[in-house]
Every structure is written in C-alpha cells, then in structure tokens.
C-alpha cells in the first residue's frame, strides 16, 4: 500500500464583480434597446434557453419575459440546446423544467421540438438550420452564457453566436456544424452562420451574460443584432479573465468529486483542467492524470466528459446513461469524450492506478488537487508538496493544517470534500 500524501486546505481570491438585482438589470439593459419601438402589439417574440447551469437563468429568462409583455408582445419560450435531453422534444423541456424553466414560473408557453427549417447554406456551402418554432415568430431573443468553449479557441467561442448555430440548429443542426468543422476552422463556419441568422431569422437582441469565478451572475449586457459578434469577442476576453482556475499549473492527480452537463458542456471545463484542442501553449494548466468520481443528478445521466478522465468510479459508470451520452458526443464529433475510462470501484483503487501513471515521484510527493467540480474552484484541497508555494502567494490562503489523506476502511474518500469538517490552521 503506497503512502498517500499529506492534504492542507487552500480558499482562492477571485476578482467578485456581481450583479446584485438581476430583474432590474434585465429590464435597464433591455430598455436601451428601445424594443417598443421594433416590437409591434401583438407579435410573437421567441426566447431561447438553453441547457447549461447557468445562475440566475431562470431569473434573467422571466425577466425577460415581463419586459416582452410591456411591449405588448406575446414571449414564448423555445429549449435551444441542439442534441442536450436526449435530442427529443420533451427531454429538452425536462432539462428546462430542472432549471426552473416552466411555463407557469415564466409565464409564458415552452414550445419544443426537435424540428428544423433549412434557412439557406453560407458561402461555404454549409447548411443553416433553425427551430421551426423560432423560424415561425415575428421576433427571436437569443439569450446565453458567454464563456471560453471547452473544445474550440478562437474569437468567439460559446456564447450568443453558438446558441444561434448549435442550440436553435437542434439536433440536426448541430450535427451539421460539427461534421463541417472537420473540413472547415471553426473560425470559418461560425461568423459565416451568423451572418445568414441574423440576416434573415429576425433576431430582434442578445442578452448576454458573464458569469465571475464563483459561479455567480457578473454581467448582464442586451446587445443589438448587428453588434452581437463584435461584442461577444469583447465579453469573451472579460469572460477569460473571470474565470475560476486551478492554483497550481503543474498537477500530477487531479480528483474531481462530480462531473455533470449542469456543470460544462465537456462535463469539466477544458479550460479549468487543461487538455483543451487548439489551446496557445502556456494558456492552460498542465495535469498528468484526471480522476472522475461522480455525476450530478441534474446532468440526467449524461456523462459526457467521462473521456476526458483518465480514471472514473463505478458509481460514476453506473449513473450512466449510454444513448444519451453517445448521442451528445456523436453530434459534437467529440468521441473521445463519452468513452469510458478504467472504472474502479475505490477512491483507494483509483489513487493507486494513477499514482502509478506519473512519472518518477515518490506516492507522498504527488503534486495532488481535490476538488468538488470545475465551477466550484473557491477552495480545493492541495497535497503537502505545494505547501511552501502556498505560504508565499498573496491570492492563496491557507486553512488547515496537514492531514492525513481521509480514506475510510472501505477505501472511500468523503463523499464531497465539502462533507469533509476539517480543523481549522493554527
């Protein structure tokens, strides 16, 4: 049995702009867009939601909906979240509803469907498709979560212009685009879609949002539609400077508590763990291997991202749902990510293979992070080999002193390290 390294707690400072009344901001930032005056009593607005955990999004998508009704206008909401909830029409309305997203907490009607209409082909010859339900209203509000892609670096990356292409392509849709991308950069495929959607499917405003490092709502920001590229290249930048991170670049084990869908669209964010295609060197922190010990129950089985661990746990296997994980990665052409690592039934089995995978280092000198997902990054549990790097930094604080790593007589670690009560640093 190897020795396991000593474990401290470590609490991060990030940067902790937040929007402190969502609904109010919804509606200043709406308002100067003069919507009544491009909105007529009586028509139809489509507002897109899509499936990531977004904070807030049920808040902001309600807001949303009430300013739209003032104009006059009749909201409807539409799941736009291309192949998410097993690529039907109710499982996207099931992943709605998980997120607060209902016709009577929004107040208005959930149309889904998994239906498309071929808008035109770009330049390129590319295929534009578009939900029949938002192709049919006077008015489309595209509103999402502008972030670094977990797949693709570029200018745009995951945000307002991807909820346009993959969450209002559908299935059919975002299948298109990602088998395109195997032929054409991603820098070519995305600007040329947007033009034709914005051009010719009435999108009437963007609602971008930016989330800080601690998984809250930081920036609200309604942008016109011939803005909308132009300025999600410019969140995105803020978007990257906010985002939460390891502590340390060089890790030889990370352990992750859950992966989920609620949590990144790769299940981990690439841009937290690393291993991210297209990345700049030196733009992403460098981790041998990856252990994966759970899914969330709001990721509704699937386990997209599984692949990208290097070592899962059984219960983790278990909770899979196969189809709708292979789905998701079928259409994303992102095979790697829904197969299967080795599945160990332990915590202890799981830190023995991959202590075994690292390289010429003693077990209790294993560089080691635990932490309980991508999102949640405020504080992690580092191994005793980063302690003196810790003392010396001001954006670290340390909050306990060494412990033993806390293996039970199973070979179970604490089912969270947030269960796990630790004594405070003397």
């Known amino acids: 049995m190897p020795n396991y390294p000593s474990l401290f707690r470590v609490a991060q400072q990030f940067d902790r702009q937040v929007v402190e009344n969502i609904e109010a901001e919804v509606r200043g930032q709406l308002a100067r867009l003069g919507l009544p005056n491009r909105i007529a009593a009586g028509q139809s607005v489509a507002i897109t939601a899509g499936s990531r955990g977004i904070a807030n999004i049920d808040r902001i998508i309600r807001a949303a909906v009430e300013v739209l009704r003032q104009c006059g206008a009749e909201p409807f909401i539409v799941p736009a979240m291309g192949s998410h909830g097993g690529a039907t029409a109710e499982g996207q309305r099931a992943v709605l509803q998980s997120y607060g997203i209902t016709e009577s907490t929004c107040g208005c009607p959930v149309r889904s469907t998994m239906e498309t209409d071929m808008v035109c082909r770009t330049r390129v010859g590319v295929p534009v498709y578009f939900d029949r339900y938002a192709r049919q209203a006077d008015h489309v509000l595209v509103c999402n979560r502008i972030k670094p892609h977990t797949k693709f670096h570029g200018k745009i990356e995951s945000g307002l212009v991807k ?61 016109a539609p011939q803005q909308i590229v132009a300025r999600e290249a410019e969140l995105l930048r803020m978007a990257r400077r906010w985002l939460p991170h390891l502590p340390f670049r060089e890790v030889d084990i990370l352990i992750l508590d859950e992966i989920g869908k609620d949590i990144s669209g790769a299940g981990m964010d690439t841009n937290v763990v690393g291993r991210k295609e297209d990345c700049p060197a030196g733009e992403q922190p460098r981790v041998k291997r990856i252990v994966a010990r759970d899914l969330t129950e709001a990721s509704h089985g699937n386990a997209t991202g599984v692949g990208i661990a290097d070592f899962c746990l059984r219960r983790l296997a278990d909770k899979m749902d196969r189809y709708h994980t292979w789905i998701n990665g079928v259409t994303a052409s992102h095979l790697d990510a829904v ?3 080795p599945v160990l039934d332990t915590d202890r089995q799981a830190l023995n293979w991959a202590m075994q995978t690292v390289g010429l280092v003693a ?61 405070p640093a003397t």
């Open 339 to 341: 197969k299967l690592p």
């Open 163 to 223: 909820m346009m292409l993959i969450g209002l392509g559908k299935h059919r849709g975002a299948a298109t685009y990602h088998a395109a991308f195997q032929d054409h950069r991603f820098d070519v495929i995305v600007p040329g879609v947007a033009e034709e959607v914005i051009r010719r499917c009435r999108i009437v405003a963007g609602l971008g949002i930016v989330e800080n490092a601690y998984d809250e709502t930081a920036l609200i920001e309604a942008i």
């Open 363 to 423: 077990p209790e000198d294993v560089r080691l992070v635990w932490i309980r997902n991508t999102l949640d990054l405020r504080e992690v549990e580092c191994s005793s080999a980063y302690l003196a790097e810790t003392d010396r930094r001001d954006d670290l604080t340390r909050l306990t002193d060494q412990r033993p790593m806390p293996l039970d007589a199973d070979g179970m670690l604490p089912r969270s390290l947030v269960e796990w009560a630790v004594a």
